[in-house]
């Protein structure tokens, strides 16, 4: 059963390479959802990659996130 937002909401689904290291840095990933869902997504993804890379880490490119709008029911 599905339970009613009450106000719109921003649905994030991300692997561990995309956002740990947010996590690890500032903890805020809501920061980093600003703008259209396809930008936010493609921004989260491209800042994990290059923060990853800039510590030399092999898993560099294991990064992958969807974000979606989610409208509140009437």
Known sequence: MAAPLPHAA?????SDGAYELYEDADGLLAQH????PAVA????????VSRA??????EAEN????????QAQR
């Open 10 to 14: 921003r649905l994030l689904l991300a």
């Open 33 to 36: 959802l600003a703008g259209a």
């Open 41 to 48: 997504a493609r921004a989260l993804v491209g800042g994990s």
């Open 53 to 58: 890379r800039a510590r030399h880490d092999p």
């Open 63 to 70: 990064a992958a996130a969807l974000v979606a709008d989610v």
